[in-house]
């Protein structure tokens, strides 16, 4: 088994990595994945919310 990240012998330390940075490496594209996701969630939530009142109105 190798590194998805770097190619290299994975250890068995950081399997299925090679090392802590590459586990790290991971581990962030998945966090900016998961946060690209709940971002484009809450923005279509956010479109079918009314318009905050204008106070100068009344
Ligand atoms: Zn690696």
Redesign the pocket.
């Known amino acids: 088994m190798t ?1 998805p ?4 012998p994975t250890a068995t330390e950081y399997r299925p ?3 802590r ?2 586990a790290d490496v991971d581990l962030g594209r998945w966090l900016t994945e998961s946060y690209r996701i709940t971002a484009d969630s809450e923005d279509e939530a956010e479109d079918g919310l009314p318009e905050p009142e204008d106070p100068k109105a009344h």
């Open positions: 590194c990240i770097c190619g290299k990595f090679c090392s940075r590459c």
